[in-house]
């Protein structure tokens, strides 16, 4: 039980850090802080992010369970999005490139679990 409670904590207190320093941007960007500087710092938490999302995944107890939180598709998501920064940041080209859409769905659903047991 322990285990269950403490995977289900995992993924909503990630998702709560994202909120956090997201919504800490706009203050900072509205007093004439140097926008660069701003979206610098937003790459570097999420680099954190993705370190505490790679250990959560590495600590997530592998019970069976229904549902699981997808880590590897948040993790694809945030490399996304630091790419979308580094790319403004760093500009290497030009020609606007086409936006990859994010997943933004983070419950796995076990396949195995979908099936019935056989009497």
């Known amino acids: 039980m322990g285990q269950t409670n403490r995977r289900a904590s995992a993924w909503p207190s990630l ?7 997201l919504s800490a941007l706009q203050p900072a960007i509205a007093d004439d802080t140097p926008e660069r500087e701003q ?5 570097r938490q999420l680099d954190l992010i993705d370190r505490l999302a790679e250990h959560a995944a590495n ?5 069976r369970a229904r549902y699981h ?4 598709r948040l993790r694809a998501d945030l490399k996304r999005v ?3 920064l580094q ?3 760093v500009p290497q080209r030009a020609h606007p490139r086409d936006p990859v859409p994010l997943a933004g769905d ?4 076990d396949r195995a679990d979908d ?4 009497p």
């Open 82 to 84: 630091r790419a979308g």
């Open 106 to 109: 983070y419950v796995r659903r």
């Open 59 to 63: 600590t997530a107890p592998q019970a």
């Open 87 to 89: 790319d403004y940041l």
């Open 69 to 72: 939180f997808d880590y590897a």
């Open 15 to 21: 998702a709560v850090l994202l909120a956090v320093l």
């Open 39 to 43: 979206l610098a710092a937003l790459t």
């Open 115 to 118: 099936e019935e047991p056989s």
